[in-house]
């Protein structure tokens, strides 16, 4: 009965290739969000979506596409995999989007 | 465009002591929020601060808030090994719908 959860907890690919991270929250939150953690711990939001209409999309490559099929998931697709995506990527989420994020255990990407 | 900073970066503290860990931010903020990580794992929620003033504490841990200052304290009161972890303190500007700015972290580490 995880509140927030992500898959896949691991992933290892190679550049230039697609790849997708899910994630699904059982809190009944309505808004969504993804974070980047880098190698120094920097946490950047990317996107955020409430009640799957996109309400946050930051200076991101347009290779990053976030999809919200409802207000329970939230996935991220990445197109053509460059060295710098790896990282680690956060899935939160709120009510209302104002409430506290809580966050999902996180997806390591390394991009070989 | 918001800057968080926190100092310091690093801390290694004996247990037993008292420390403190700053936040400053660099425009308004509609509240400010504390998370620990763990080495691996995700952001644990810690202190939410909605207003001027407001003062939380949690075990050996205690937030604070000045928002004329723009200025948050995290105290650590006769710490423990358990409380080695990072701290992140992250902010929320007014009308940006939950968009969190993180601070740079401070990795704290409690030594017997």
């Known amino acids: 009965d995880t509140a927030v959860s992500q898959t896949p907890k691991y992933l290892v690919t190679q550049m230039g290739n697609d790849k997708s991270i899910k994630c699904e929250q059982n809190?009944?939150?309505?808004?969504m969000y993804w974070y980047k953690q880098d190698s120094k711990k920097f946490l950047k939001i990317m996107f955020s979506?409430?009640?799957?209409?996109?309400?946050i999309n930051e200076t991101v490559p347009n290779r990053f596409s976030p999809k919200s099929p409802d207000k329970a998931h939230l996935n991220l697709h990445i197109n053509s995999l460059e060295l710098g995506d790896s990282a680690v990527y956060f899935c939160?989420?709120?009510?209302?989007?104002?409430?506290?994020?809580?966050f999902g255990p996180g997806t390591r990407l390394t991009v070989t | 465009e918001l800057k968080v900073e926190q100092n310091p970066l690093f801390l290694s503290m004996q247990e037993g002591k008292n420390y403190t860990i700053y936040c400053n931010y660099s425009?308004?903020?509609?509240?400010l929020y504390w998370y620990r990580q763990d080495p691996g794992k995700s952001l644990e929620s810690l202190f939410v601060?909605?207003?001027?003033?407001a003062v939380k504490q949690e075990g050996r841990l205690m937030a604070s808030l000045d928002t004329k200052a723009r200025l948050s304290t995290l105290h650590i009161t006769a710490a423990v090994h358990d409380l080695s972890a990072t701290y992140f303190c992250?902010?929320?500007?007014?009308?940006?719908?939950?968009?969190?700015?993180f601070g740079t972290g401070t990795r704290l580490q409690v030594t017997l």
């Open positions: 939160a989420s709120s009510l209302s989007g104002v409430g506290e994020q809580y």
């Open positions: 809190l009944g939150h309505d808004t």
């Open positions: 979506y409430n009640n799957k209409e996109l309400i």
């Open positions: 425009t308004t903020s509609d509240r």
């Open positions: 601060l909605l207003s001027n003033g």
């Open positions: 992250a902010v929320v500007p007014p009308g940006t719908a939950s968009k969190l700015t």
